[in-house]
């Protein structure tokens, strides 16, 4: 088994077609049932979409956010599946589709 | 939540404190996502509305000016804190919530209005699940909220629950509102059954904020009881297919014992005044009913007399389409037909479904199944709701059935 991470990108709760509560049920079903079949490592966290970005040699510290809405990281999972294949067809259950959003899938590097 | 901001930012401020509570709903789910909901989510809400106010406060005290009341305190970095912490104690929240109430019934406004303003406001409606409530259109709702929400925001500040003469005076207004939100979730156009028990659940919930504020009306305690003697009966009105189940054939077994003893109890409280109100006959017909063993052994000749007592204060032509029936209930199929030809100007209930229904049932009862037939058919016609375009095309297969195998 080989970890990975979700990247949840973009996505719009409050404008979810069912509505914001059973959008939010179904995040917790589809994570909870990825953990049932032993493939979350951590449920992972939400982000902040404001924040600070500091770039060069100067260390310029600029205010976020740092992308545009739809391709902004919302939040994170740690996933364990077998390859990169599995990892990427086992997100798509995420229900970060229906309003927009989309998941990257990283491996994880390693030694 | 959104009256309890409202009265620190002021109600000229409505759309920030509603902009706050979404703002806090919106963090909630992103957070739950992750770590799931906790065990008490209205308080973890209440907890990052707080949060989110005091920032908006900091952020914002020299550009806005906020409630006038408030502000001497809320200027103060000192006293800004334990303001914000005393406005969220739970009765300080029910008391905004009074107040909120209190101003969405607005006489500038529609009754129609101020239900939406209290939905919006008080129950965290979504102006979807007003739209849905009403049966009407998004871009309807969305403008008829609007336009409440500019009056609202023009009344200088939320109203004064302490004032006890401009209470007494706002609160049959108050009182009217929450009846007509119950009562579009009883009877109420919304297809969804799940709307309308919120809508009746809400209607309940908003009376008892009045119960909680002495001295009570004896009004009040009628409304009250009328809402649990009604509510006790919610669950059996409609069968597994959605179709609406009429009072007699209802499984009384299932009504719900302990919301008719609340209800009885506050109908003594309601008599132990000399006022009375439409609110006291109604609630005192619904008892009647509540505590009938069967249909046919309920007292229908008390429940005529509260009819007769309820259009000596409030005539209307629903009100004696429902003693004809009542009549006809006591005293046969016959007189029930002639107290309903003797309504005085029966134009008023042409657009009424349930006037030709009931036309069609005495004429069924009596035997003559074509004339019931053709009143069912007319008040297919005029069906507010696909729910009751179905009851009524049950009656009216009814009458075939009879027609066909004549007993």
């Known amino acids: 088994m080989s970890e990975f991470i979700y990247l949840y990108r973009g996505g719009d709760t409050a404008g979810a077609p069912e509505g914001p509560e059973a959008h939010m049920?179904?995040?917790r079903s589809w994570l909870e049932g990825l953990g049932a079949q032993g493939h979350l490592k951590d449920f992972g966290q939400p982000l902040e979409p404001t924040g600070k970005l500091i770039a060069g040699k100067s260390k310029t510290v600029t205010d976020g956010p740092f992308a545009e809405a739809k391709d902004l990281i919302g939040g994170f999972s740690l996933i364990e599946a077998a390859d990169v294949d599995q990892a990427a067809q086992l997100a798509h259950g995420c229900p970060i589709f229906d309003t927009g959003g989309a998941v990257e899938v990283r491996p994880v590097m390693k030694m | 939540m959104v009256a309890t901001l409202t009265r620190i930012f002021g109600v000229h401020n409505?759309?920030?404190a509603e902009d706050v509570v979404q703002d806090a709903f919106c963090r909630a789910l992103e957070v739950w996502k992750f770590r799931g909901v906790p065990d008490q989510p209205s308080a973890w809400l209440m907890a990052v509305a707080k949060n989110r106010a005091l920032d908006v406060l900091r952020r914002e005290r020299t550009a806005l000016r906020f409630a006038p009341e408030l502000a001497q305190r809320l200027a103060s970095e000192w006293m800004l804190v334990p303001t914000l912490e005393e406005a969220f104690e739970p009765h300080a929240i029910s008391d905004d919530q009074l107040r909120m109430m209190f101003s969405c019934c607005d006489p500038r406004l529609s009754e129609n209005a101020q239900i939406a303003l209290v939905l919006r406001f008080l129950c965290g409606f979504t102006v979807r699940e007003i739209a849905a409530a009403f049966l009407i259109g998004f871009a309807a709702a969305e403008k008829r909220i609007v336009r409440a929400k500019s009056v609202l925001a023009e009344s200088g500040g939320l109203f004064a629950i302490d004032n006890r003469d401009d209470f007494t005076a706002r609160l049959p207004a108050v009182q009217r509102a929450?009846?007509?939100?119950?009562?579009?979730?009883?009877?109420?156009?919304?297809?969804?059954s799940a709307v309308r028990a919120d809508l009746c659940r809400e209607a309940l919930r908003l009376t008892r904020l009045l119960l909680n504020h002495p001295p009570v009306a004896t009004a009040t305690h009628a409304l009250y009881a009328l809402m649990c003697l009604h509510a006790a009966r919610l669950g059996t009105r409609l069968d597994a297919s959605g179709a609406l189940i009429p009072l007699a054939q209802q499984d009384r077994s299932r009504w719900d014992v302990a919301l008719i003893a609340e209800g009885e109890q506050h109908l003594d409280l309601a008599a132990t005044g000399d006022a009375v109100s439409e609110y006291h006959f109604e609630a005192a017909i619904a008892a009647i009913h509540a505590c009938a063993p069967s249909a046919g052994e309920t007292d229908w000749k008390r429940i005529v007399g509260f009819y007769d007592l309820l259009l000596r204060i409030q005539p209307s032509p629903v009100v004696e389409l429902n003693r004809a029936i009542a009549l006809g209930e006591s005293e046969g199929p016959e007189r029930g037909l002639a107290a309903l030809r003797a309504i005085a100007g029966p134009e008023r209930l042409a657009e009424y479904p349930f006037y030709a229904a009931a036309l069609g049932e005495f004429e069924l009862r009596c035997g003559r199944?074509?004339?019931a037939h053709e009143h069912f058919q007319t008040a297919i016609?005029?069906?507010?709701s696909p729910m009751e375009r179905r009851f009524l095309e049950l009656?009216?297969?009814a009458c075939e059935e009879?027609?066909?195998f004549p007993s």
């Open chain 2, 369 to 371: 199944e074509t004339a």
């Open chain 2, 178 to 192: 929450l009846y007509l939100l119950f009562n579009e979730g009883y009877h109420g156009a919304s297809p969804e």
């Open chain 1, 25 to 27: 049920q179904r995040w």
């Open chain 2, 14 to 16: 409505l759309a920030l």
């Open chain 2, 395 to 397: 009656r009216a297969a």
């Open chain 2, 402 to 404: 009879y027609t066909a």
């Open chain 2, 381 to 384: 016609g005029l069906a507010r």
